[in-house]
Nanobody
């Protein structure tokens, strides 16, 4: 069984920064990609950023230039560095793992408010 454990969410003022982490554990033989999604109240879950095993990345237009996704293969961990946060970034952020099958984290709340 694969488990994803997220951390790093919280309350931050507009313009501030947060770093999310997601550690994967369990029967993972290979990782195709890891990603972060988010879901704001009343909205659909959307892709924020994705990184493949080759290091290729893609971002939602709304976060380009502000967010950076990275990974540590030795730790099976993916990170999301979020800078210049805006109130519209407020959402529950979910980690996603594609290892041939799919797994989701439990979500971590990010609130951007003064």
């Amino acid at each position: 069984q694969v488990q994803l454990v997220e951390s790093g969410g919280g309350l931050v003022q507009p313009g501030g920064s947060l770093r999310l982490s997601c550690a994967a554990s369990g029967s993972i033989f290979s990782i195709n990609a890891m990603a972060w999604y988010r879901q704001a109240p009343g909205k659909q879950r959307e892709l924020v950023a994705r990184i493949t095993t080759t290091g290729s990345t893609n971002y939602a237009d709304s976060v380009k230039g502000r967010f950076t996704i990275s990974r540590d293969d030795a730790k099976s961990t993916v990170y999301l560095q979020m800078n210049s946060l805006k109130p519209e970034d407020t959402a529950v952020y979910y980690c996603y793992l594609d290892y041939g099958w799919r797994a989701w984290g439990q979500g971590t709340q990010v609130t951007v408010s003064s």
